[in-house]
């Protein structure tokens, strides 16, 4: 089964590259324009790695963060934060990992198959 992930971010540019790195990569791509976008299209799609820009207009990533931890079908989802003005201090904890901006292409890679595993690798037995 292929891994999915969903990248959230206000930036059109952003998120069809991470969406053509990824899928050259093998992951199927699902995407948001904002935190409440993200929400609404988590009630149908369980994705195995969320990539989440924290500044977005309307719900941020914190405020989508938050809403996202409080749902009881996603209780172990990895999320990404992403910024190129937030310290990742000033974030939940709780976050799998975060990553700067503008960051390395080789560099998200690597962290998303750190976090999830190889693309078509199904971690059931």
Same mark, same amino acid.
């Given at each position: 089964? !292929?891994?999915?992930? %969903? *990248?959230?971010? &206000?930036?059109?540019?952003?998120? $069809?590259?991470? +969406? /053509?790195?990824? =899928?050259?990569?093998?992951?199927?791509?699902?995407?948001?324009?904002?935190?409440?976008?993200?929400?609404?299209?988590?009630?149908? !799609?369980?994705?195995? %790695? *969320?990539?989440? &820009?924290?500044?977005?207009?309307? $719900?941020?990533? +914190? /405020?989508?963060? =938050?809403?996202?931890?409080?749902?009881?079908?996603?209780?172990?989802?990895?999320?990404?934060?992403?910024?190129?003005?937030?310290?990742?201090?000033?974030?939940?904890?709780?976050?799998?990992?975060?990553?700067?901006?503008?960051?390395?292409?080789?560099?998200?890679?690597?962290?998303?198959?750190?976090?999830?595993?190889?693309?078509?690798?199904?971690?059931?037995?």
């Amino acid at each position: 089964m !292929v891994k999915t992930v %969903l *990248v959230v971010d &206000d930036e059109p540019v952003l998120r $069809v590259l991470m +969406r /053509e790195i990824l =899928q050259d990569e093998g992951y199927a791509v699902i995407d948001a324009a904002d935190g409440r976008s993200m929400l609404e299209l988590l009630q149908g !799609v369980h994705p195995d %790695l *969320v990539l989440m &820009d924290v500044m977005m207009p309307g $719900v941020d990533g +914190r /405020e989508a963060y =938050q809403a996202l931890r409080s749902r009881a079908d996603l209780p172990d989802l990895p999320v990404v934060m992403m910024s190129a003005a937030v310290l990742p201090s000033k974030l939940d904890p709780s976050i799998a990992a975060f990553l700067r901006k503008p960051f390395d292409l080789t560099e998200l890679i690597e962290l998303v198959a750190h976090l999830i595993g190889p693309p078509d690798e199904d971690g059931k037995a």
